[in-house]
């Protein structure tokens, strides 16, 4: 990162007030009759119905549209652990892009817990405060475990972002990429450096979607994840491949595709250029991608180049998922957000990439026009549209498969945020 656009990074965030999210009031609050309907005495009725019966807080209070982003800091961005407080200006990131693209209301939450079960145990007590629970950043492989039981132990749906959110935009974007690359899903080889909670859940995201398991070389610090490693947990262990490759320079001979879930800087241009003709590279690590798109277009042009940051082509970050799948999921007060929701969200994020862009969205980011294409394989996050057709065919698919607790929302497909309710 330029030193100019650090020193902006932090006066963004120091100034004119420290953070980036604040809460606000929706109730008129001028006349002492306001605050008797807000507070003392009335505030006592809602407290009755809900004691009466849990729902009505989904009648009386915010619940309904407030999700908690919940992290660790045990694994931020690509930065590492680096501990909960540190990661606060990440979890408050996630609030301002919630609220911005899908009018959700976030509590952001630093748990500074000494186990998996302590985490647990704390996100289980607050639970029914929300009406769905975010986790973020937090290391695998405790991450899997943590999910799991909380989505036993919760009444609202609990969604591990950096698993599915990740999984859900790679698998769209690598639907795309592959299409415009003419290559088979079900031919394509891959490799994945990393293997923690995005790489596991995008592998096996993209396996479901076509890719072969046998086509897989996974990557963690020592190496090919392979079957003669006697180290590997039960999530690498799925990944485990008959195979004489051990290295990254071995994986990477004559493959299809990069994934990079790991950290900055880990592919270099020589192990770019002993791809398959018409690669495809997504470097998602932030904020530095596993390859730089100048290192990687510098050694080869013809491929299909994406990161997670906000300022180069190809945006595959769980920024595309995560508001648009807690709003249908919300909207239809789903218990889960299950398989069906997921793929749900894979096809509409995908299919979008093919529209005509609108004018507006051209002229937010400063260019003519966006063509699907090798430098417009998935849609942009300012794209008000993902707002229309993610919601729905997420709230349709909880409908569909059974989790959702209110029918299919009367109001959808929502056209702008002013369709919020
Ligand atoms: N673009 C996006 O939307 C998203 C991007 N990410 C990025 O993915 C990365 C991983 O995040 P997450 O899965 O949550 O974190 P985890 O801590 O769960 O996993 C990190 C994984 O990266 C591996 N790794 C780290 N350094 C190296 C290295 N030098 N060589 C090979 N493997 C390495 C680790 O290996 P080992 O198991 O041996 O420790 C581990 O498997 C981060 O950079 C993050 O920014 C994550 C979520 C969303
Ligand atoms: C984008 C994101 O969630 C991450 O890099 O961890
Ligand atoms: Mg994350």
Redesign the pocket.
């Known amino acids: 990162m330029s030193q100019d656009l650090k020193e902006a990074a932090l006066e963004y965030h120091a100034k004119p007030r420290p953070g980036k999210v604040s809460v606000e009031i929706t109730k008129p609050t001028l006349t002492s009759r306001d605050l008797s309907l807000a507070y003392s005495p009335g505030v006592a009725e809602p407290v009755r119905e809900i004691a009466k019966d849990p729902e009505n807080a989904y009648k009386y209070t915010a619940k309904g549209n407030l999700v908690a982003v919940i992290s660790d800091g045990s694994?931020?961005?690509g930065l590492g652990n680096l501990g909960p407080l540190a990661s606060k200006p990440?979890m408050e990131g996630?609030g301002v892009l919630f609220k911005r693209f899908a009018g959700i209301d976030v509590f952001d939450i630093e748990v500074d817990s000494e186990s998996p079960q302590a985490f647990i145990e704390t996100v289980e007590r607050i639970a029914d405060t929300f009406g769905g629970i975010n986790l973020?950043?937090i290391k695998a492989p405790e991450c899997f475990e943590i999910e799991r039981a909380l989505i036993e132990k919760c009444n609202v749906p609990v969604f591990h972002?950096?698993q599915h959110g990740?999984a859900i935009v790679t698998a769209a974007g690598m639907i795309n990429a592959l299409e415009l690359q003419g290559k088979k899903i079900e031919e394509a080889t891959v490799v994945c450096l990393g293997a923690g909670a995005?790489a596991v859940a995008c592998m096996k995201l993209l396996i479901s979607c076509g890719i072969r398991s046998e086509n897989i070389f996974m990557l963690d610090r020592k190496g090919v994840i392979h079957s003669g490693r006697d180290d590997l947990n039960q999530y690498k262990a799925m990944f485990a491949n008959e195979t004489d490759k051990r290295t990254l320079d071995d994986a990477i001979d004559g493959a299809d595709v990069f994934v990079g879930l790991s950290g900055p800087d880990l592919l270099s241009g020589e192990q770019l250029k002993k791809m398959a003709p018409n690669p495809i590279v997504f470097a998602c690590s932030?904020p530095d991608p596993e390859i730089s798109p100048e290192v990687a277009l510098a050694a080869r042009d013809d491929l299909i180049m994406a990161t997670g940051r906000s300022d180069y082509p190809n945006q595959v970050n769980?920024v595309l998922g995560f508001p648009f799948i807690f709003r249908g999921a919300l909207d239809v007060r789903a218990t889960a957000i299950n398989e069906e929701m997921k793929v749900a969200a894979v096809h509409a994020i995908r299919e979008l990439a093919k529209e005509p862009v609108p004018q507006e969205i051209c002229e937010a980011y400063g260019v003519d026009n966006f063509e699907f294409g090798k430098e417009y394989i998935i849609p942009k996050p300012m794209d008000v549209r993902l707002l229309e057709v993610v919601p729905a065919a997420v709230a349709r698919a909880a409908v569909d498969s059974g989790v959702a607790r209110l029918p299919y929302p009367a109001h959808y497909p929502l056209k702008s945020m002013d369709d919020i309710i």
């Open positions: 694994a931020i961005l990440v996630k973020e950043d972002d950096d990740t995005a932030n769980n």
